[in-house]
């Protein structure tokens, strides 16, 4: 069965320090990779995706991620934090073998960004 | 605007009380699924549908009800809700064309908050 682990329910950073939020993933069948963001009292809005092609994925408001099969994980940077990147993330995995139907989410990551 | 809504967006109910929360989707979607969100959590995926008509399990389908006359509209039904369904729940829709498979973008709705005392 598919599993997401994000590393960490909290992080804290410095603006204009590096961001880097863990994701690691167990499936049988490399999967498609998503990282969403939410905003307090909001819903969540995709930041990027790894579907099939180059690993470095480039995603909204300057964040990337790479897909390492080798290690199964799908890390979120961003190189220089900015106050407004403060929000929950959640790294999510869709099934590759049977539709890409189910989605399964990571616990999250809260991101604190410290002036 | 293309959107996701949800109604309500807040709902206190007791026990057993039979509830519907409604959403809809103005994308022309195929998908749509419906989530909880609970602390420590994430979002867990409750049903899903891939059509008209088409609804499938998710991970935690237990005490849910879902259904799909239309495109537009993926309506959540607690049947005789219980305190262990309080939780903040979220509709999302994506297109998922033929072929594509899962690759499509999500979007999620505002989010009901349910409290069942």
Redesign the interface.
Known sequence: AQSVTQLGSHVSVSEGALVLLRCNYSSSVPPYLFWYVQYPNQGLQLLLKYTTGATLVKGINGFEAEFKKSETSFHLTKPSAHMSDAAEYFCAVSDRGTGGFKTIFGAGTRLFVKA | EAQ?TQNPRYLITVTGKKLTVTCSQNMNHE?M?W?RQDP??????IY?S?NVEVT?K??VPEGYKVSRKEKRNFPLILESPSPNQTSLY?C?SSL?RAG????D??Y????TRLTVL
């Open positions: 996701v998908y699924s989530y420590g959590l994430g979002l867990r995926q899903y891939m499938d998710g991970d979220f999302a998922r594509a498979q899962g690759t973008t999500q999620f709705g505002p989010g």
